[in-house]
């Protein structure tokens, strides 16, 4: 168990749809990265946040995005979800936004994402 | 141009024996770190081994040693004594510094993946 937890850890639905999905990071962490892993693109970044500010922007697109709140949990907000959108969905958190290439990030179950 | 290179999809390794998943990256910055994560069929990504890229000695934990060779620029991960429960895909990944971080991010880069099969 990584410490870092996600819901739902199953989410079906249809296109066209606006989803939520939540990670609250290990304790200590004020780092929280979200990434896609899909067949055809595989493990993909999308965004990272640290202690509430956005740090960071990978390949995510403009009907998504995210927010950390003060007690540091994050939210990835998907909208007018395509079928292309069916993935899964990992958070990962780690101690600093800073730091060296040591620090590491540990991974959430993820979550999977269907769109009907 | 892809950073992180896994050249084999699959992989099948004799339990009990040794294998070796093949990673090889790209990048000019100096300061960089290199993770092997393992993705079992239920999904979630564990953390095996890091390789720093000033670190002097190969990376070790338990079964698990990093053979790294920077002037080739390749991290591969060295799986001794295979077990059944070893069978999953394995990730390397990169996380480069930028020089100036004050405002970077850490994200890490994946590559593609090896789907390591321990046969019995």
């Known amino acids: 168990d990584s410490g870092v937890t996600q819901t739902p850890k199953h989410l079906i639905t249809a296109t066209g749809q606006r989803v939520t999905l939540r990670c609250s990071p290990r304790?200590?962490?004020?780092?929280v990265y979200w990434y896609q892993q899909s067949l055809d693109q595989g493990l993909q970044f999308l965004i990272q946040y640290y202690n509430g500010e956005e740090r960071a922007k990978g390949n995510i697109l403009e009907r998504f995005s995210a927010q950390q709140f003060p007690d540091l949990h994050s939210e990835l907000n998907l909208s007018s979800l395509e079928l292309g959108d069916s993935a899964l969905y990992f958070c990962a958190s780690k101690k600093s936004g800073e730091g060296g290439p040591r620090d590491t990030q540990y991974f959430g179950p993820g979550t999977r994402l269907t769109v009907l | 141009a892809q950073k992180i290179t896994q050249t084999q999809p699959g992989m099948f390794v004799q339990e009990k024996e040794a294998v070796t998943l093949d990673c090889t990256y790209d990048?000019?910055?100096?300061?960089?770190?290199l993770f092997w994560y393992k993705q079992p069929s239920s999904g979630e990504m564990i953390f095996l081994i890091y390789q720093g890229s000033y670190d002097q000695q190969n990376a070790t934990e338990g079964r698990y040693s990093l053979n790294f060779q920077k002037a080739r620029k390749s991290a591969n991960l060295v799986i001794s004594a295979s077990q059944l429960g070893d069978s999953a895909m394995y990730f390397c990944a990169m996380r480069e510094v930028p020089p100036y971080s004050g405002a970077g991010s850490y994200q890490l880069t994946f590559g593609k993946g090896t789907k390591l099969s321990v046969i019995p």
């Open positions: 990048t000019s910055d100096p300061s960089y770190g």
């Open positions: 304790s200590g962490d004020l780092s």
